[in-house]
T-cell receptor, first 114, second 116 residues
């Protein structure tokens, strides 16, 4: 059974700081890995999707890397802003589901202080 | 971009009543949609996979007679919580994708259900 762990559970940083969120998974036979952002009481916003054959994806100040063999992914946020405050979730899907069924980590709650 | 709309965003009902939640793909067709549940300070757990024109596939431990799913068209899936109890109070979120495989899953804004 796939298990996804995110560290740290919570993180508080001053504005402008670069930061790294970590995600690990137990079954390396993943189809893809997706990073999401969730604001309080809201749904999920997809940030980055990394296919199993890819090593990283970038979007603006965000960069996600994937090391499938070691079961790890990181989300790098550059020059953090108060608007980045949210819970960040990573989720993986396995090959046999063709990327459809996601297993989520419990998230990292990020607070960026002005 | 692909948009998934969920309605209502918030509902309060009395114990024993039924509640219907709608999930619509606004600008694409989705043969498959997914229903998740999220308890406070916990992550999302997949409840069921909704298949257009056929029966839903439920995850282990999810009561199919309690959580009725209907996927009557390529743009609409509904989740009905029947005979709701206070322990059913949770945040329910649906998701869909434009095409199977490489495209990301898009999520609705969720429905906060409170059963009194």
């Amino acid at each position: 059974k796939q298990e996804v762990t995110q560290i740290p559970a919570a993180l508080s940083v001053p504005e402008g700081e670069n930061l790294v969120l970590n995600c690990s998974f137990t079954d390396s036979a993943i189809y893809n890995l997706q990073w999401f952002r969730q604001d309080p009481g809201k749904g999920l916003t997809s940030l980055l999707l990394i296919q199993s054959s890819q090593r990283e994806q970038t979007s603006g100040r965000l960069n996600a890397s994937l090391d499938k063999s070691s079961g790890r992914s990181t989300l790098y946020i550059a020059a953090s802003q108060p608007g980045d405050s949210a819970t960040y979730l990573c989720a993986v899907s396995l090959w046999e589901t063709s990327g459809s069924r996601l297993t989520f980590g419990e998230g990292t709650q990020l607070t960026v202080n002005p | 971009g692909a948009v998934v709309s969920q309605h209502p965003s918030r509902v309060i009902c009395k114990s024993g009543t039924s509640v219907k939640i709608e999930c619509r793909s606004l600008d694409f067709q989705a043969t498959t949609m997914f229903w998740y549940r999220q308890f406070p300070k916990q992550s999302l757990m997949l409840m069921a996979t909704s298949n257009e024109g056929s029966k839903a596939t439920y995850e282990q431990g999810v009561e199919k007679d309690k959580f009725l799913i209907n996927h009557a068209s390529l743009t609409l899936s509904t989740l009905t919580v029947t005979s709701a109890h206070p322990e059913d109070s949770s945040f329910y979120i649906c998701s869909a994708r434009v095409e199977v495989g490489a495209s990301p899953l898009h999520f609705g804004n969720g429905t906060r259900l409170t059963v009194t």
